[in-house]
């Protein structure tokens, strides 16, 4: 089978709310936010899907590598699996990525995404089907994060007919993975469970220990529909989705200095030998979607969900924090060297990061088709209220690392119980609503008016006890925004191959709970592009510029800001403007062989355009993790459906870890290092739906400090090699 263009690159569609699709083909696992490649002309903006069939060629299950393929998008690895991504999308900021709208199955997927978005639970991404990333006016559709862009990731469909699926993979460092599912469907009804469950024994090895440095996940998924007859006057359709997942990780924020990281970048030291991320996710949704007429659908949504986690790592060592320390020692301190190496005796405190989330709303959309003045339009009305919680309860175990015949050893010594800080709860309470008209002005002009209100108020209490009888004096905190944000965006076709688009679009995200009186994050975005597709050739370039007027910085132990670890900060007056690039084509080579190529590049120019009141931010300071260039190349051989063969090149520019490393007197120890990786994968059909697969991660085994965040240096995945079968039946 010839594979085309629409199959191998990143496809740019419409919004889900478009009605050009019926009622009846609106399943649970239809309802994404973006589309398919036959619809990309319609969307006034930037908008790319990578398909199930992309995802397939590499095998990812780390949608780190995954996300490389999308233009206007960053990334700042951690523990070179994926578990915790940190993603930004044109410049909105990458730290656990709280600055974008995470979303699975079209509903809201981080913990608490207004009062804390930082996203610490991320579903595997191994039984993921598809990855949509919105971007420009439409983006308003969506929320709370509107200003850089919206990630969707679509999940295992509901088969049409009884079918399932089975892939098993081992691969060194003692990995090993199975994805399996299986489901079917008549007229009137639909089901499908799913699993995906995956371990490795990490690529790090602790000093002077023999635990592992790996993690064990599981995740588990089951779907029902039930719908009306397809030819029903009026159609009725009920969607419902469970899921659960677990996870032990043996992870920390302790990294490296730069001098231990040139001797060795998969060692830890012995000091995060306890290091622990224990979580478990529960989410429920019911989607009832009824077709009054072929012009008028509703929608409703309600979802609930639940993580619980509990981070019990590594919080100081010698008296001093991870991040002084580790900074000591890159300094030359021999105490600082000592105590990381295990050769100095030092107190440890060691805290255990044990949260509770709660995210829960009911979201309703209204589609309809009309016509006016002349002219189509398609009409969506959405409104949804949510509300979420973060609940710190956070005591510390207080450690002595002793030497014993040269060894370190780690002795308890008590408990210290959680106050201020470490005990606290956050809140929020949001209402939001839109309205999007999509019109067909001539068979040229398409215009696209959007037009969304948030109204939203977070709160956080921190208790001086723990019973939680007593608030600690000042310690309470409150804010309360409403905004409007509008936007309109625009596509022409200039002739059957080309298209051009721009927009306009007021973008907003929230400041989070953990202080009072700090304003939203808010920005005018632009953007204006081209679109070209001739034959076997699709090429795409998108210019953004985004003017903010409030710079805002999400404060965490993985992010600080400062010495502040909670709530947010507010930066200032920044610009960040950039170009989006995308190129494909297919190569026909005669015998039945086809080679598919497609690259993406990103530049960015950001920086701080106006010094703040108190003289901490200055005009011309740069924005933390923002890389100037990364782009991507991927190149594949492939004899029909027999077998197939790709390489996927990633570059990664140098990143600044804060808002100084351009400032007179910054040092090396303010950037990470560019990075190039390369990444293999080939398959062969051995019967008709099975296939035997091989993957190859970092093949030329270049590892760089990739980040230097939570606290020291961090390297990528070292080459690591997989085999594999995957069975559809």
Known sequence: MQYRVSRSLLAIAIASASLAT??????????????????ASALPGSAHVVSSEQLEQMKYTDINQAIRQVPGTYLREEEGYGLRPNIGIRGS??????????????????????????????PSFGRMSGIEV???????????ATVGGALNLRSTPIPDSPAGHV??????????????????????????????????DGFKDIQYSDRESGFDKQDFVAKLRLNSAPDADIYHQLDLKVDYSEELSNETYLGLTDEDFAEDPNQRYFASELDNMDNQRNGFMARYLVELSPELALT????????????????????????????????????????????????????????????????????WMTSAA????????????????????????????????????????????????DNRIEEAEAWSAYIADRIDVTDRLEVTALLRYEDFETQAKRYADVDRTTIQAGSSAKNSTSELLPGIGMTYDLNDEVILLGGVHRGMRPAGAGSTDVDPEISINYEAGVRLHRGEFFGEAI??????????????????????????????????????????????????????????WTYTDAEITKDSDDGSV????????????????????????????????????????????????????????????????????????????????????????????????????????????????
């Open 543 to 600: 210019a953004f510029y985004s003017d903010y007027s409030n710079t805002v910085q999400y404060c965490s132990l993985a992010n600080p800001c400062g010495s502040q670890t909670s709530g947010s900060i507010s930066k200032g007056e920044s610009t960040i403007a950039g170009l989006e690039t995308l190129v494909g084509y297919e190569i026909p080579l005669g015998g039945g062989l086809t080679a598919p190529l497609s690259a993406t």
């Open 374 to 421: 002349g002219m189509d339009h398609n009409l969506t009305f959405g409104v949804r209220y949510h509300e979420d919680e973060v609940d710190r309860f956070q005591p510390v175990d207080n450690f002595r690392q002793e030497i014993f015949n040269g060894q370190p050893a780690i002795t308890y010594v008590s408990t210290t119980q959680p106050t201020g800080g």
């Open 93 to 122: 900021g990458s730290s656990r990525s709280s600055g974008i709208t995470l979303m699975e199955d079209s509903v809201l997927m981080a913990p608490a995404p207004y009062s804390g978005p930082a996203a610490y639970y991320f």
């Open 134 to 144: 919105l971007k420009g006016p439409n983006l308003l559709r969506y929320g709370p």
């Open 618 to 729: 200055l005009d011309g300071d740069n924005l933390a993790y923002l890389p100037e260039q990364v782009f991507n190349v991927r190149a594949g051989l492939r004899s029909g459906e027999l077998w197939d063969a790709y390489v996927d090149l990633a570059y990664v520019d140098e990143m600044c870890i804060n808002g100084e490393c351009n400032r007179a007197g910054s040092t090396k120890f303010d950037k990470t290092e560019a990075y190039t990786v390369v990444n293999f994968s080939g398959s062969y059909q051995v019967a008709p739906g099975a296939r035997v697969f091989t993957k190859i991660a970092n093949l030329m085994d270049d590892q760089k400090i990739v980040s230097r965040s939570p606290y020291g240096a961090r390297p990528n995945l070292p080459r690591t090699a997989y085999l594999g079968m995957s069975v559809d039946f």
């Open 167 to 200: 892939t098993a993979e081992i691969g060194e460092e003692g990995s090993k993975r199975i994805h399996a599912w299986y489901g079917a469907s008549t007229d009137q009804v639909g089901w499908m469970i799913e699993t995906h469950q995956q371990e490795n």
């Open 22 to 39: 019926t009622a009846q083909e609106q399943n649970l696992e239809e309802l994404v936010i973006i589309g398919d490649a036959e619809t």
């Open 300 to 367: 409703t949504t309600a979802y609930y969900n639940t993580f619980k986690r509990d981070w019990y790592k590594a919080n100081s060592l010698g008296g001093s924090s991870l991040g002084s320390i580790i900074s000591s020692a890159n300094g030359g301190d021999p105490t600082a060297i000592g105590q990381l190496h295990g050769n100095i005796a030092a107190d440890l405190e060691v805290k255990s990061n044990s949260r509770e989330y709660v995210s829960k709303g009911l979201d309703f959309k209204a589609d």
